[in-house]
């Protein structure tokens, strides 16, 4: 496989929960708007990138390693957020 170069695909609009759990691989959720919570769990082998999304729900982050990222870029949550994603403005 090759090394993850930072490229995403352009953000989405997701109107219910998202789960990102048990990659082995680089996770990116990035300039999204997703109403309902958002849970990302048990990534192994990252980057595990969370940034610039607009969350209407909870944000939940357990499990990962290495831990995710804000890339930078803060995200909107409305919800509670928890976990290895609990920081302030993360």
Known sequence: MPAYDGA????NTQT???S?????????LGGSTV????????N????????GNHITG??????NTPAPTDGGTRNTVT???SGQC???GF
């Open 8 to 11: 995403a695909c352009a953000g």
């Open 16 to 18: 219910g929960a998202v």
């Open 20 to 28: 990102l759990s048990g990659s082995t691989g680089p996770v990116v």
């Open 58 to 63: 909870t944000l939940a982050c357990s499990g």
């Open 44 to 51: 192994v082998g990252g980057p595990t990138v969370i940034e």
């Open 86 to 88: 609990g920081a302030a």
């Open 79 to 81: 919800g509670a957020r």
């Open 35 to 42: 109403t309902g919570a958002v849970s990302v769990t048990g």
